[in-house]
């Protein structure tokens, strides 16, 4: 098990993100340690982390495993605080097949209420819990920061050229420009959870 002290440590499973990490890290001469490693195991020792920061990430992993090993990292009184993006009743079962699908996403990791037990069954105490809804993706259609036209005329576009949406490639391209749609008609609705440590 690799000792990381008091530094910051970022985590990814990507060889890729990885690479764009470190260049990132190192350009802005931050203390960060970048390690390719997942949330399901993670290098750190036992009971040092004083919080952990989680985004888009429970979405692909098997909650039982992310959220034992989050427990076990954390010292007592630490937190975790993870940025989930869930499914809502309006979200279609052959909707969400073909989104969860496209996007390697585990259909369990978006239930709030599978999210809620496992985090307390690894022994994480919910500390609260803020449903964003489209809210974010509002304030970037405000900003102009992101468009739901590109994304939009992106997915027609992909139709109406006869694309292959069995190909993971097309599939992926498209779920992933839906994506912020659906968070603005209400299917999927970003969340903020924070759990202690109860340990």
Not at 97 to 109: D, R, Y
């Amino acid at each position: 098990m690799q000792q990381h002290g008091l530094r910051a440590i970022a985590l990814d499973p990507v060889t890729r993100h990885v690479e764009l990490a470190r260049n990132a890290v190192a350009e802005a001469g931050a203390d960060v340690d970048v390690v390719q490693a997942g949330i399901e195991d993670m290098p750190i020792d036992d009971g040092v982390a004083d919080w952990i920061w989680c985004r888009d990430v429970l979405v692909h992993v098997d909650l039982e495993r992310g959220f034992a090993e989050c427990a076990r990292v954390l010292r007592p009184g630490g937190h975790l605080l993870g940025y989930v993006t869930c499914s809502t009743e309006r979200l279609e079962p052959r909707e969400a097949a073909w989104l969860f699908g496209a996007l390697a996403i585990v259909p369990e990791s978006t239930d709030p209420e599978a999210i809620e037990t496992r985090a307390a069954d690894a022994g994480l105490t919910l500390r609260s819990k803020t449903a964003l809804g489209g809210e974010w993706r509002e304030r970037m259609l405000v900003d102009g920061t992101w468009s739901a036209n590109d994304d939009l005329a992106e997915v027609s576009r992909l139709r109406r050229s006869g694309a292959d949406f069995e190909d993971p490639r097309v599939a992926a391209q498209a779920a992933g420009a839906a994506w912020g749609i659906y968070q603005l008609l209400g299917k999927t609705c970003p969340t903020v959870y924070v759990w202690a440590s109860s340990s």
